[in-house]
């Protein structure tokens, strides 16, 4: 009879541990894995029960005379499950409150932790004569089959709000905190099932360690080890488990098919990007199995590119990235449109411009209309429309403009856009939409067959209409077709000027929006505190209609943002420096820390103090990947810092003038789009705020902007 193939898992938990014990030690934790994935029945790894531990099934390995493993080596059965490794006395202390079991409903392995409760049988649970705390209404069954373990159910009912269940999330299962939140926030117990919970189809066995390693829930936080490789590039970055562990609700995303495109949300820090990642290693390796067919993974800037770019390369292997096309959209077209003799340049505005202002000699006096209306128009009206001929500007709904016009004053405010486009064809130069629409035009002209069996968007709120018109053209459209567009973005998190209804634009996402809660990078307090920034601004949700926050939480708690004011721009960079020794003395690593600012200007100014004081800076440019190995205190635009993320954010010069900065929001007569202007620069204080894991300061000198209360 052949011998059971032994399962071995490393928990997430492992290699939190992992990451922080001394290099030395790491190497023989690695050096131990190696046997204990080769055999770990072998007699050299020598397992000694732990006497206070509450779980029968764990046992303490010997790493050196002062570290020891904490595994899970089951009385029958093939699976092992690494799930700690620390000093002597707190790995004990650790197994001395841990029970690791599978949920009776769902299936799933979890560990739990025992300070208060003791380990008991799967039975019924009586109801309580009087349910109290916030989750009164919720009966026990109904607890438990959202994948609270049994043994909680109790320390449930003592909670009594949202600060006394943060409090608690560090003792229950990830599922069982998330279902919690979700009721708190509102949410029925069928909602929450829906979004959650993967039940077992079948009656669950609660001895079957290795089937419930293969439920989406024990896969969040248990990686079973099957690539020596990937396990190497696993442990020399223990810390980035975006990796290998993903969400159920991620998880349901990334690993299936799809009848059409699909759009998920989800606030910063819920993973979208990972998933995106996810999404696309997925479709290259069971998808496009076709050797001319890849995928496109595209996005709205050159940086985000480069960072996507250097992501994929740590979760793929080669053969799978080479499957892969990583760019921008502009891009792409730029590529597409000169390998197809295109006579145009594309241009960002350095030589139209000029012309612009040239055509601005057109205005009609007699309407009154400031030059910045024509631009508003230009860009929210006839450019995401495609409009080229008045005929079509008669016609052309004007949504979201703050000024009426009538057929009238169309036809005169006509001639501006007209001479402007006379000045670009005689120029031979066209603005990014006009190439966009001139690409859509030769692919359907020439009816190109492109080699993308599927297209994965990310940060599609700062994409407009004629983008996603042309992202629909690149792949296969019809009732036939599965897996071709996926989209992730974040109203919250538009900093550019575009806005898109997918719908408009031939891309049917109904049945197939998905969102995403859980915050798993920033500290529920920082969250909190960027959410506030925009309290009461309108989000949309990419297809006309509105988006919330509601559900929306951090797992991670930590310090309150600081809110420092100061009367020169002197105090300020000396409190920075001030700070940055701090974090040198504390261990930190600078490279861990990085300061934003609204400009490159201010950035350079600090830049100049940085190292004036002796400290090394490393800018983070536009159109590269932010290089992890170079050593230094980063420095990045607020627009440019989006898709990073660092342990310390320290927003700069945060004052009035600057924050909103005044070219962005006074340069207009029309009160919607200043408003409008005024909600995307909140919004880019939003982004740079959320992309700390750990501390938020934030800095202002002068006069503060309005945006933020200052401690003094």
């Not at 936080?221 to 290998?244: G, N, Q, T």
């Not at 998880?251 to 495109?261: A, E, I, M, Y």
């Not at 994965?456 to 994409?463: K, N, P, Y």
């Not at 992890?628 to 980063?634: A, M, Q």
């Amino acid at each position: 009879m052949a011998a059971m193939k032994i399962k071995v898992a490393i928990a997430s938990d492992f290699l939190s541990a992992f990451s922080k014990i001394p290099r030395k030690q790491q190497n023989k934790v690695m050096d131990f894995i190696d046997k204990f994935r080769d055999n770990p029945m072998s007699p050299g790894i020598n397992y000694e029960k732990i006497n206070a531990a509450k779980d029968t099934n764990l046992r303490s390995v010997r790493i050196d005379n002062t570290y020891r493993a904490i595994v899970l080596s089951p009385e029958a059965g093939n699976v092992y499950l690494l799930l700690w490794v620390d000093h002597h006395d707190a790995a004990y202390d650790w197994a001395s409150r841990r029970v690791c079991n599978v949920h009776p409903e769902t299936g799933s392995l979890q560990v739990i932790e025992v300070e208060t409760t003791t380990v008991t049988e799967t039975k019924a649970i009586p109801a309580p004569e009087q349910p109290v705390g916030m989750f009164a209404e919720i009966r026990d069954r109904q607890l438990v089959s959202l994948g609270i373990p049994e043994t909680l159910i109790d320390l449930v009912r003592t909670i009594n709000d949202e600060d006394e269940l943060d409090a608690m999330s560090s003792r229950m299962p990830e599922e069982a905190y998330d279902a919690l939140v979700m009721l708190a926030a509102g949410y029925s117990v069928e909602q929450v099932d829906q979004e959650l919970v993967a039940a077992s189809a079948e009656a669950v066995d609660t001895a079957d360690f290795a089937a419930a390693l293969e439920t989406p829930d024990s896969k969040r936080r248990f990686y079973v080890v099957d690539d020596e490789m990937e396990l190497k590039a696993i442990l020399s970055a223990p810390l980035e488990k975006w990796r290998v562990f993903l969400h159920p609700s991620q998880h349901k995303l990334v690993n299936r098919d799809w009848n059409g495109p699909v759009r998920v949300l989800g606030g910063a820090g819920t993973g979208k990007t990972v998933v995106a990642l996810h999404r696309a290693k997925w479709l290259a390796q069971t998808r496009c199995q076709d050797g001319r067919k890849r995928v496109l993974f595209t996005t709205f800037t050159r940086n985000l590119a480069a960072d996507i770019k250097a992501n994929l390369r740590k979760i793929c292997g080669e053969e799978t990235f080479s499957r892969i096309e990583v760019t921008n959209l502009d891009r792409w077209v730029s590529e597409f449109l000169r390998k197809n003799g295109y006579e145009f340049e594309i241009d960002f505005g350095r030589r139209t411009g000029p012309l612009w202002e040239k055509a601005l000699t057109m205005m009609p006096s007699d309407l009154g209309y400031e030059p910045s209306f024509y631009r508003e128009e230009w860009e929210q009206v006839i450019q995401p429309q495609g409009i080229t001929t008045v005929t079509d500007y008669f016609k052309a709904p004007r949504l979201g403009r703050g000024t009426r016009l009538n057929r009238k004053a169309r036809k005169e405010v006509w001639a501006v856009f007209e001479e402007y486009r006379y000045l670009l064809d005689e120029n031979g130069l066209r603005e990014p939409d006009d190439a966009m629409r001139d690409a859509l035009q030769l692919l359907d002209q020439k009816g190109h067959d492109l080699p993308y069996c599927a297209v994965v968007v990310d940060e599609a709120q700062d994409m407009g209409h004629q983008a996603f018109r042309l992202i629909r053209r690149l792949v296969p459209d019809g009732d036939e077709v599965q897996n071709d567009i996926f989209i992730v973005g974040d109203g919250h998190q538009r900093i550019y000027r575009h806005k898109v209804v997918l719908g408009q634009c031939g891309v049917n996402i109904r049945g197939r929006s998905r969102k995403l809660r859980i915050n798993y990078r920033t500290t529920e307090e920082n969250r909190r505190w960027a959410v506030g920034l925009l309290e009461g601004v309108p989000v949309d949700d990419l297809d006309g209609g509105a988006d919330d926050q509601k559900g929306y939480k951090s797992l991670l708690h930590g310090e309150q943002p600081a809110v420092h004011h100061f009367k020169t721009a002197k105090e300020e960079s000396d409190h920075i420096v001030s700070l940055l020794k701090e974090c040198e003395a504390n261990g930190q690593e600078l490279s861990t820390v990085c300061i934003v600012a609204r400009t490159n200007g201010i950035l350079e100014q600090y830049k100049a103090e940085l190292e004036a004081a002796g400290i090394k800076t490393h800018m983070i440019h536009r159109g590269e990947a932010e290089k992890r190995s170079v050593t230094g205190v980063r420095l990045a635009t607020m627009h440019r810092i989006k898709g990073l993320e660092f342990e310390t954010i320290i927003v700069g010069s945060v004052n009035e003038g600057i924050v909103p900065f005044s070219r962005a929001v006074t340069n207009t007569d029309d009160p919607v789009v200043r408003k409008e202007s005024e909600n995307r620069e909140r919004a880019l204080l939003y982004v740079a705020a959320t992309r700390a894991k750990r501390q938020v300061v934030v800095c202002s000198y002068g006069r503060a902007s309005q945006f933020i209360q200052t401690d003094n």
